[in-house]
Each structure stands twice: as C-alpha cells, then as structure tokens.
C-alpha cells in the first residue's frame, strides 16, 4: 500500500509540474499564437476527428466548407471576446481620455530619463491605454538642472500625448493633473497636487515665448522622436 501511495504521490508531482510547464509555456504565446491555438485545439481538431470516423458520408467539398465555417466562427467569436476584455482593460486603465504618441521603446534613451525595465514597461502599459504595475518614476536626469520637477514632466507629456498639452483650460488641466497622480511619480514620492495649476501655468506661458526649447529638443532626441 505504501508503494503504491509513493507512486500515486510521484504521479501527481509530475502532473503538477507538467501544467505549470504548460501555464509557463501559453503565458509566452502571443496574442495571435494563442488564438491559433484555440482554434485548433478546439475548431479544427474535434472537427478532424469527426471527419476521420465518418469521412464516408461526406464529400471533400461538405469537409472543407464545414472547416472553412468553423475556422471564420471561431475568429469571430475570439474577435469579440478579445475587443471586449481589451475595452475593461481601457477603462480600467482610466487615461482620463487622453491619448498617447505611438513611440518605438528601443530608442528611447533609458539613461537621459533615468528609467529603469519597470518604468519602460509602465510607459508602454500607459502609451497602450493599459492599467500600470507601478507608477512611472521621473528621476534626476544627468545634464539637466530642471528634471525631478513638474515642468520636465509637462514638457515629457507634451510630446507624448496626442496634441500636446500646452494652453489647456481647467477641465482639461484637472484631468492631466489626475492621470499625473496616478501615473507619475518623483523618485517614488507623491507628486505635490498643490502646486500643480501654478506649475502648469508657469510651464504653459514659459514654453510658449520658447524658454523650454533646448529642454524639449533633448526629450524629443531621448523619445527616439528626432534625431
């Protein structure tokens, strides 16, 4: 009985271990990969079979339009299930409507901005309108007296949000200050709210008569947007 136990035991310790290897495996698959991969395990693979056993009573061209069918259902379906959880992660994420510069992350450079792995992941995750792990960190940037402040952060903003952020009214203003306070932070510490409208106006006016304009040619050059 004991043996047995030791084998049973062994037997589930093996089967563990194999889904975690598989649960390893599909969190690497793609989006695309993983869709295929439905399709198959469930469309086209049931469907083979069944075609195996019963191949007789059907015609070549009964089997493909019936996989044809089946493969164009299953893209609907997963289609409409991927927009609609896409759609919670959007208003999960709560951007406060704004949208965001497609931006190439292997040019950005990571050293100018003081990024780390996770603040790169974090912008990706904000640029792509997703919920964010962490809080972006805006850290001191070597060669730059004016970065750790909220008018480095503007001007970083200014290029990556779709129109710029310069000349705003109160509303929009309130809302770049509620996605700044969920976004951002400096050197892991609360971005001061109080000072916020202050410092944007200062920023705004400041920016407009070109007093930022080496400041914003180097974000530009570190977003890889200019060379």
């Known amino acids: 009985m004991e043996k047995l136990g030791n084998m ?3 037997w589930i310790h093996g089967q563990r271990s194999m889904l975690k290897r598989t649960n390893s495996w599909l969190n690497h698959l793609s989006l695309n990969q993983l869709s295929s991969l439905v399709i198959i395990l469930f469309g086209l693979l049931p469907l083979t079979t069944f075609f195996i056993i019963a191949h007789d009573d059907y015609y070549w061209t009964q089997i493909i339009a019936s996989y044809l069918l089946v493969v164009l259902l299953f893209i609907l379906v997963l289609v409409v299930v991927i927009g609609w959880f896409k759609a919670k992660e959007m208003a999960n994420a709560d951007v406060e409507g704004f949208s965001f510069i497609e931006l190439s992350f292997k040019k950005i450079d990571k050293e100018y901005f003081g990024f780390d792995e996770s603040d790169i992941e974090n912008l990706e995750l904000l640029t792509n309108h997703l919920p964010s792990k962490h809080r972006i960190v805006i850290r001191e940037v070597p060669k730059n007296k004016q970065s750790g402040n909220l008018r480095f952060l503007f001007s970083f903003l200014d290029h990556i949000i779709e129109g710029g952020i310069q000349g705003m009214g109160m509303k929009s203003r309130d809302s770049l200050s ?10 892991g510490s609360q971005i001061n709210e109080n000072t916020f409208a202050s410092s944007y106006s200062k920023w705004s006016q400041k920016t407009k008569e070109g007093g930022y304009d080496d400041t914003r040619k180097t974000i530009a050059k570190a977003l ?3 060379n």
């Open 8 to 10: 049973l035991a062994m």
């Open 178 to 187: 509620r996605l700044v306070q969920k976004r951002f932070s400096f050197d």
């Open 224 to 226: 890889g947007l200019s």
